[in-house]
């Protein structure tokens, strides 16, 4: 079936460096991709999504491109802070259905 | 402010005895649905709503019911709970019903249920 999947964590990274979390996902249809994210103690939050094959989503520094010939949507920040510390998820959705990969928890230290 | 509210945020009970789990949203969302986040396995879909008295199995839907009689709300329905559904839910709503998955899905802050 229908499944995304997410490069495991913990990821710890030292404030500035350069993040990649890896996604793929599988190619059934023409799904829409999206990255949220999930701050301790609270519920997920968009952070950026992409539509078609070649889109591009970004916000607050974290970027995203729709890969089909490889299907990935790997989740990229160039510098990292301290306040980017949260648990994220890649998901996939057609229709009414969303399937989220696992989830890779990053931890950034000062 | 708009928002997804859920009620209880934290319950604990016992194996067997019917509990439901509320979730409100006020911003007139025609999509919505609930997930359970489990260590490792990261958010599954439970049940949707397109609209109003038009539910969907996700997929983990055994043992749990939904009802939307309303557009506002969306309860969640453990008949008879056992210790494999502990576990932290999330209800979610999004603007439209015929692409519930294009648009982005604001979520409530989450339920946590113990069975034990």
């Known amino acids: ?110 | 402010e708009a928002q997804v509210t859920q009620n209880p945020r934290y319950l604990i009970t016992v194996t067997g005895k019917k509990l439901t789990v509320t979730c409100s949203q006020n911003m007139n969302h025609e999509y919505m649905s609930w997930y359970r986040q489990d260590p490792g396995l990261g958010l599954r879909q439970i049940y949707y709503s397109m609209n109003v008295e038009v539910t969907d199995k996700g997929d983990v839907p055994e043992g749990y019911k939904v009802s939307r009689k309303e557009k506002r709300n969306f309860p969640l329905i453990l008949e008879s709970p056992s210790p494999n559904q502990t576990s932290l839910y999330f209800c979610a709503s999004s603007p439209s019903g015929l692409a519930g998955a294009y648009y982005e899905q604001y979520f409530g802050p989450g339920t946590r249920l113990t069975v034990t």
Not at chain 1, 24 to 39: D, E, I, K
């Open chain 1, 1 to 110: 079936g229908d499944s995304v999947t997410q490069m495991e964590g913990p990821v710890t990274l030292s404030e500035e460096a350069f993040l990649t979390i890896n996604c793929t996902y599988t190619a059934t249809g023409y799904p829409s991709l999206f990255w949220y994210v999930q701050y301790p103690g609270e519920g997920l939050q968009l952070l950026l999504k992409a539509t078609k094959a070649d889109d591009k989503g970004s916000n607050k520094g974290f970027e995203a491109t729709y890969r089909k010939e490889t299907t990935s949507f790997h989740l990229e920040k160039g510098s990292v802070q301290v306040s980017d510390s949260a648990v994220y998820f890649c998901a996939r959705g057609q229709g009414g259905k969303l399937i989220f990969g696992q989830g890779t928890e990053l931890s950034v230290k000062p």
